[in-house]
């Protein structure tokens, strides 16, 4: 495998992956994305501002496109599966502990055409040029569920360009007497969370570079997750297994795609505190210790 990005952030970013299959090499993603908001791409890090509203901050751990491909063999089509059949290579896909939306990482989607590195941040189609994307972007990281049909910037990508990010978790905040406590949300059964997205291509006049570009779907809390984010009460669209194929086959009916927007139940997730310098963005968040557990005496159970 091999991994080149170029991290000036005054001009183009490549981020290219080839993979080596039968001695063939095999380009499994290719992007260059233009960065205008001085946003760097540095040790597997980007660094941004910071908001703890809806679901900003996730965190991705695999390095392996083969599992990926292994996992949403329903939805990708057959070639990914056969072409990516070593799940045990890594493919320099991102790693992230705690990654937040507001720094607009790179991460993989899983769409009916396979798998596709996109931009946080959905950048519409017609958008006019970089001045215009870079103050929408910040506004698209995550469409509401109940709204999506009929806002400007989602109404055609919720008809027609359906797509997954795969995750191992999410973080939301708690707030408790004043004080924000920071929780990992993540499945039961040690499998991801399939998170339900809508992408958009959009062409940059100015260079001719496409840029994918994706959002969040949200929706109201479950019962667990509004004790957890019980400011705000939102949750992510996450899809249930039995529901992937429908969620990105372009020929489900709108109606059923509107009707499958829920929150999924309390018994398919888990969750626990974590340490507080989460809290500032100015801390090195992409660290293995985002994840572990922190015990907060002064916290009442979440169940």
């Known amino acids: 495998m091999q991994k080149y990005a170029n991290t000036n ?6 981020f290219i992956v080839v993979r080596k299959i039968n001695n063939a090499k095999i380009v499994i993603f290719d992007r260059q994305l233009k960065n205008p908001t001085g946003f760097a791409y540095h040790s597997g890090q980007m660094h941004g501002i910071e908001a703890t509203t809806m679901c900003y901050n996730v965190s991705f751990l695999i390095n392996k496109a083969g599992k990926l491909a292994e996992r949403y063999q329903g939805v990708m089509p057959p070639k990914w599966k056969e072409q990516l059949a070593d799940t045990t290579a890594d493919d320099g896909l991102p790693t992230y502990y705690f990654v937040s939306g507001f720094s607009h990482p790179v991460l993989p989607l899983v769409t009916t055409d396979g798998l596709e590195l996109a931009v946080w ?3 519409p189609h017609w958008t006019r040029d970089w001045e215009v994307a870079g103050k929408l972007r910040t506004g698209t990281l995550n469409a509401r569920g109940e709204t999506v049909f009929e806002k400007a910037s989602f109404q055609k990508s919720i008809r027609t360009k359906r797509c997954i990010l795969p995750v191992n978790g999410f973080f939301e905040w708690r707030d408790h007497g004043n004080v924000k406590y920071p929780y990992y949300i993540y499945p ?10 809508i992408y958009d291509h959009w062409s940059d006049k100015e260079t001719g570079q496409i840029i994918t570009s994706f959002s969040i779907l949200t929706t109201e809390a479950n019962d667990m997750m509004a004790v957890i984010h019980n400011r705000k009460k939102r949750i992510p669209f996450i899809l249930p297994p039995g529901k992937e194929q429908s969620w990105t086959n372009k020929d489900t009916p709108h109606k059923h795609i509107r ?6 139940m309390d018994d398919h997730m888990q ?9 500032n963005p100015r801390n090195d ?15 009442p159970a979440i169940a």
């Open 9 to 14: 952030p005054n001009c183009l970013v490549t």
């Open 121 to 123: 941040g959905l950048i």
């Open 188 to 197: 039961k059964n040690n499998d991801l969370f399939s998170l339900a997205c």
């Open 259 to 264: 009707e499958m927007i829920m929150p999924c």
């Open 271 to 279: 969750a626990h505190p974590v340490s507080r310098n989460l809290n």
């Open 285 to 299: 968040r992409n660290v293995p210790d985002a994840l572990e557990i922190v015990e907060y005496p002064e916290l």
